[in-house]
């Protein structure tokens, strides 16, 4: 791992502490919502652009212990003491522009600056997701209406 990268990773691990964001078993930053839900933060980057800089995309997700539950009764192989979200999608598409976001790391990027506004966006429109769909009749309905962010994949694989 190059040392950008972990000076990165060391930057996200900080700014997801501050918010109350803890990694786990999975690669998602955990938080309890209620007693059944956990708001999950996911970081993809990207480094092939431009040498020296990494692209940082925030995922923002929920999910929900009583549908993992009910999947691992009727057979399918998951790993309950890890947290994947059933709903996740790119923070940027729960912002009124909805387009996709990214941060610029670099040798010369503010830090503080930069995962100031990552964590602000998070707070901005990564929280309301989590109230929302803690609501296991909202989960339901974005289920039921295919609702952007639905990610199969972590209930299914």
Request: overall charge negative; glycine content about 6%.
């Amino acid at each position: 791992m190059s040392p950008l990268r972990k000076e990165l990773e060391k930057h996200l691990k900080e700014m997801c502490q501050e918010i109350g964001f803890k990694k786990n078993r999975s690669r998602y930053y955990v938080k309890q919502i209620s007693d059944d839900t956990y708001g999950t933060l996911g970081f993809s980057t990207a480094s092939f652009r431009y040498k020296g800089h990494i692209f940082i995309s925030c995922l923002a997700g929920v999910y929900y212990r009583p549908l993992e539950e009910l999947l691992y009764r009727c057979g399918v192989s998951l790993d309950l003491k890890a947290i994947y979200p059933v709903l996740n999608h790119q923070i940027g598409y729960f912002t009124p522009t909805r387009k996709f976001y990214e941060w610029d790391y670099h040798d010369h990027a503010d830090s503080a600056e930069l995962f100031g506004e990552i964590k602000d966006t998070i707070i901005e429109y990564g929280y309301p997701v989590f109230q929302k769909y803690s609501d296991p009749d909202e989960l339901l309905t974005a289920f039921q209406n295919a609702e952007v962010g639905i990610s199969p994949k972590s209930t299914f694989s």
